[in-house]
T-cell receptor, first 115, second 110 residues
Framework: GAVVSQHPSRVICKSGTSVKIECRSLDFQATTMFWYRQFPKQSLMLMATSNEGSKATYEQGVEKDKFLINHASLTLSTLTVTSAHPEDSSFYIC???????????FGPGTRLTVT | GQQVMQIPQYQHVQEGEDFTTYCNSSTTLSNIQWYKQRPGGHPVFLIQLVKSGEVKKQKRLTFQFGEAKKNSSLHITATQTTDVGTYFCAGRPNDYKLSFGAGTTVTVRA
């Protein structure tokens, strides 16, 4: 199946700093990628839909100025958590839809800890 | 908005026994998908159901889509330790976004 990578897998940052997370589709082109957030033992919450070459579509309640998404190419989307606070600590997962198909391929996730 | 409910939240199963997890939507779904997330891992696609009343099997896993396309179930027979993890259903109404259920976390007693 298709492979989606994420980098970094873990990051610890200080409050007030910004963190960039990369999501790459390794063997296919993804015009659309999705960013999710998952709290411990909870479900996946869709944060935004990243569209190549255009602005991301954010879900209700997600601050677009805090969670900056850039989908600059067909294989790369980035999520930047700006001015991070401890409450932003979470597991962030990206996914991309199989071109011409319906299943979503998830990256391995990024564990963000803000101290 | 559209919401997908999943029960039970936790399922503790004796190895060799069967169990079922259920998924219900407040609105009609165009399709429903199931994913499995192992502890510490990421969700992995299992299957998609599209047709009303559809039933699909993957070895010991049986997936069913309700007649009204508002509910779905996953039944696992003869549970093994490899079945440990969280199973998510994800419903797709008429737009492209998947709405994930809360998941059923399965633990197995040997």
């Amino acid at each position: 199946g298709a492979v989606v990578s994420q980098h970094p897998s873990r990051v610890i940052c200080k409050s007030g700093t910004s963190v960039k997370i990369e999501c790459r589709s390794l063997d296919f082109q993804a015009t659309t990628m999705f960013w999710y957030r998952q709290f411990p033992k909870q479900s996946l919450m869709l944060m935004a839909t990243s569209n190549e070459g255009s602005k991301a579509t954010y879900e209700q309640g997600v601050e677009k100025d805090k969670f900056l998404i850039n989908h600059a190419s067909l294989t790369l989307s980035t999520l930047t958590v700006t001015s991070a606070h401890p409450e932003d600590s979470s597991f962030y997962i990206c996914s991309a839809r199989n071109p011409g198909g319906y299943e979503q391929y998830f990256g391995p996730g990024t564990r963000l800890t803000v101290t | 908005g559209q919401q997908v409910m999943q029960i039970p939240q936790y399922q503790h199963v004796q190895e060799g026994e069967d169990f079922t997890t259920y998924c219900n939507s407040s609105t009609t779904l165009s399709n429903i998908q199931w994913y499995k997330q192992r502890p510490g891992g990421h969700p992995v696609f299992l299957i998609q159901l599209v047709k009303s009343g559809e039933v699909k099997k993957q070895k010991r896993l049986t997936f069913q889509f309700g007649e009204a396309k508002k509910n779905s179930s996953l039944h696992i027979t003869a549970t093994q330790t490899t079945d440990v993890g969280t199973y998510f259903c994800a419903g797709r109404p008429n737009d492209y976004k998947l709405s994930f259920g809360a998941g059923t976390t399965v633990t197995v007693r040997a």
